[in-house]
């Protein structure tokens, strides 16, 4: 292979991972509107039922629809929150994985488990993967969904600090493009802590920050532009 077809299928690649990154920012917004319609709904029947308007009758009917659209909320939930993480570690892996929250009983408390299955299809804890960084994508994404689904709303920011550090160097391109697609789309603003250079060429600003002589010096290296050497 020469290196203009090097280069073209480097190119190539990085156009269709950006598209891949911008549907998945799609399908999030989606789900937040879904979501925030249905929650609409179960804030007017609980203002509704405690307005003291309503005959017993309907306040009865009131509290099983409210029931219902409370299950319904929290199973949409989880079923959205399980696609997105899908979607997010295929995406940056480039394999089919798969992420979903699964409920069991532990003595007489119920509690949740997180549960990814490899492309091979094989099922195990997030706890007990290994490998290519797993857990901090998962992490990563799953802190990101509670800043963007709070109630009330957060404020759109997270520091990262070497929050990719157990990633593989191979996925780090991908991971690179999926923060700043989440900086573009969702209007997140994140703070990263990292020895990776490669983070810095989707960054609006980066700093070096190191120790000599024990004395600790920032210096500048990019500002909403080309990266210094």
Known sequence: MTSSEALKQL???????????????????GVQARLDEVQEEMDGLVAAIESGTLSREQQ????????GLETA???????????IITRGLTLVRGEPWKFRIAHKLRGD?????????????????VLDSHGGG???LIDFLLRVLVILN????????????????????????????????????????????????AFADVADLVYLVEKKN???????LKAHGDLAV
Do not use: C
Request: hydrophobic content about 40%; charged content about 25%.
């Open 134 to 136: 797993l857990t901090n």
């Open 214 to 220: 024990d004395v600790g010096h920032v210096r500048l």
């Open 11 to 29: 190119d190539e690649r990085a156009t269709a991972l950006s598209e891949s990154v911008r549907s998945l920012m799609d399908y999030i917004l």
């Open 73 to 83: 909320f929290t199973h949409g939930f989880e079923d959205a929150v399980g696609a």
């Open 150 to 197: 709070s109630r009330p709303a957060m404020r759109r920011f997270e520091w990262l600090d070497e929050a990719f550090s157990k990633v593989s160097e191979e996925f780090i391109p991908a991971t690179a493009e999926l923060l700043r697609q989440f900086v573009d789309t969702l209007g997140l603003q994140l703070v990263l802590n990292t020895h990776n250079r």
């Open 60 to 67: 009865a009917q009131a509290l099983t629809i409210l029931q």
């Open 109 to 125: 408390v119920s509690a949740v488990d997180f549960r990814v299955t490899d492309p091979s299809g094989h099922e195990t804890s």
